[in-house]
């Protein structure tokens, strides 16, 4: 895929070099909403040569420059998803693009279905690591220099990042939980034969993103932090079946809680 029309494209809109990109996933999308975001420059993904219409429910599928609690910050409504259909490359391309950018450090956010038994539906989670069983790798292909070829994965998720979330966390009078979050394709939800196989590999969250995009993201050299809006009990904790819309609800009814603590960590991020 061949990015450069898109990055000249965003280079020219861009206001600014933001010092951090969010990535606003399923039903966590209200930080678009806010009035710092309503009053700021606002590229709709369509307007990006190679990027096609949104097409799941709950991302609106927008790139926000706005200035957030002191910051020069990047939002991002929405994401492709590779269940869509969509080729890696276009999953990943938005951080490719902010990497060229000049972007340092990015959040990525998620709606997840709980494994952990002890955790639940609207708490926050934050990445410590996560598990990719999406059956293959974006960086597979031919190096995109100037990132290496074998990038370690040892602190994919930011050690420092993860201890500021935690301190914009009990500054919002808030409490997180963290853990491993796993990666499958979808677009089916899984079985409880599956989440039962989850626990027992270390997950405490399941979702259908955000890999993909924290491995570009690491090669492309930028920090990176996740978090993960626990929307959901995994199949076969509760004696129900799993629906989207579930998802989105409780992605909404946590999103004040989000919201909170996300402009407490941008107040007080620290590079």
């Known amino acids: 895929m061949d990015l450069q029309p898109a990055l000249e494209i965003l280079r020219a809109r861009a206001p600014f070099v933001p010092e951090l990109a969010i990535v606003l996933g399923s039903g966590l999308g209200q930080l678009a909403h806010c009035p710092e975001a309503m009053a700021s420059v606002s590229l709709p993904f369509t307007e990006l040569p190679g990027f096609p219409n949104q097409t799941v429910l709950g991302h609106s599928g927008r790139i926000i420059f706005c200035e957030l609690e002191g ?31 000049g972007v340092p450090m990015v959040v990525h956010t998620n709606a997840a279905g709980a494994v952990n038994a002890g955790f639940a539906v609207g708490e926050l989670m934050v990445l410590s690591d996560h598990i990719n069983l999406q059956g293959t790798n974006p960086l597979i292909g031919p190096n995109v220099e100037p990132g290496l070829r074998f990038i370690d994965m040892t602190e994919a998720y930011d050690r420092d990042l993860r201890r500021q979330l935690f301190a914009a966390a009990a ?20 079985s409880p034969a599956e989440i039962r196989a989850f626990r027992t590999l270390g997950a405490d969250a399941v979702g259908m993103s955000t890999v993909p995009e924290v491995l570009v993201a690491r090669h492309e050299g930028m920090k990176v932090a996740g978090i993960s809006c626990l929307c959901n009990l995994a199949a076969g904790i509760l004696p129900q079946a799993l629906t989207h819309q579930e998802v989105l609800a409780a992605g909404a009814e946590a999103g004040q809680r989000f919201e909170a603590l996300v402009r407490t ?4 991020l620290k590079s």
């Open 71 to 101: 910051r020069k910050v990047l939002l991002q409504a929405g994401r492709f998803h590779y269940y869509e259909g969509h080729p890696m490359a276009l999953v990943t391309a938005s951080m490719r693009l902010y990497g060229r950018l």
């Open 171 to 190: 500054a919002s009078g808030q409490s997180l939980r963290e853990g491993v979050y796993l990666a499958v394709t979808g677009p089916s939800f899984e």
């Open 265 to 268: 960590f941008v107040r007080a």
